[in-house]
């Protein structure tokens, strides 16, 4: 089993920034990608950035450009530097984890809420 763990998210301005970052841990041996997800208050759970470990980034039209996905590989950590946030940004992000050979196929974190105020 892997376990992610989030931290990084809070209470900032529209126009501020934030960096969230995720923690994985215990039986890794393959990462095949990692990504944040986002979920709204009544909406459905969306993909923000994601990153392959052969370094192809994959961005929500509504991320690129103000976010950016990376990670320390020495440290299993992926971080997603979000600039120029906006209200509707507000939301609980998660992150995800893929293991190439894992019967489990994806990995969530419990989540980091993000509040951007107008």
């Known amino acids: 089993q892997v376990q992610l763990v989030e931290s990084g998210g809070g209470l900032v301005q529209a126009g501020g920034s934030l960096r969230l970052s995720c923690a994985a841990s215990?039986?890794?041996?393959?990462?095949?990608?990692m990504g944040w997800y986002r979920q709204a208050p009544g909406k459905q759970r969306e993909l923000v950035a994601a990153l392959t470990s052969g370094g192809s980034t994959t961005y929500a039209d509504s991320a690129k450009g103000r976010f950016t996905i990376s990670r320390d590989n020495a440290k299993n950590t992926v971080y997603l530097q979000m600039n120029s946030l906006k209200p509707e940004d507000t939301a609980v992000y998660y992150c995800n984890l893929n293991q190439v050979g894992d019967y489990v196929p994806y990995y969530w974190g419990q989540g980091t809420q993000v509040t951007v105020s107008s």
């Open positions: 215990g039986n890794i041996f393959s990462i095949n990608s």
